[in-house]
């Protein structure tokens, strides 16, 4: 038998240890928790994502009594950048959530589908997409994907 040691980068940042940028970046995810419909979870998760050229456009979690039929924060923002400024790269993604009156004391991470989003464009841009996993207590720095889902399942 072999072993396959998988390891990922993740740097640890205190919100006052990131530039003004990447604070801009988290304060968008974070507002846009405001606009999650999430009567059920009661969970709201905003997502930011900058474009080449500097916009940040957002997006939040859309929930529906139908489970699964709702989306994620990430992929409603992601979408909404491919969709309207297909020619731009998404080059950094934060997400933030807020539950029970706060945000929450730890990072959240994408889920499944969210992280295969976030391959996809990734590929589809050929370049990396940096990821910030925002917590009151930390936040996660991740240059790319690859760290979130090392064993990625990818058609290209």
């Known amino acids: 038998m072999n072993n396959l040691n998988i390891n990922a980068k993740i740097g640890i940042f205190s919100y006052n240890e990131l530039n003004s940028e990447e604070k801009l970046l988290i304060d968008n995810a974070k507002e846009a928790t405001s606009r999650s419909y999430s009567p059920y979870?009661?969970?709201?998760?905003?997502?930011?994502?900058?474009?080449?050229?500097?916009?940040?456009?957002?997006?939040?979690?859309?929930?529906?009594?139908?489970?699964?039929?709702?989306?994620?924060?990430?992929?409603?923002?992601?979408?909404?950048?491919?969709?309207?400024?297909?020619?731009?790269?998404?080059?950094?993604l934060a997400v933030a959530a807020f539950t029970k009156g706060d945000f929450t004391e730890n990072p959240v991470s994408p889920c499944g589908a969210c992280r295969q989003v976030i391959l996809e464009t990734e590929l589809r841009y050929?370049?990396?997409?940096?990821?910030?996993?925002?917590?009151?207590?930390?936040?996660?720095?991740?240059?790319?994907?690859?760290?979130?889902?090392?064993?990625?399942?990818?058609?290209?």
């Open 41 to 92: 979870s009661e969970f709201s998760v905003g997502a930011a994502v900058r474009l080449s050229g500097g916009e940040i456009v957002t997006g939040s979690n859309q929930e529906n009594v139908a489970y699964p039929s709702g989306l994620c924060a990430e992929r409603t923002a992601i979408f909404y950048a491919n969709s309207q400024h297909p020619g731009r790269a998404v080059e950094a």
């Open 126 to 156: 050929r370049q990396a997409v940096k990821i910030y996993l925002y917590g009151k207590s930390k936040i996660y720095v991740i240059d790319g994907i690859k760290d979130l889902l090392p064993l990625a399942f990818d058609s290209l």
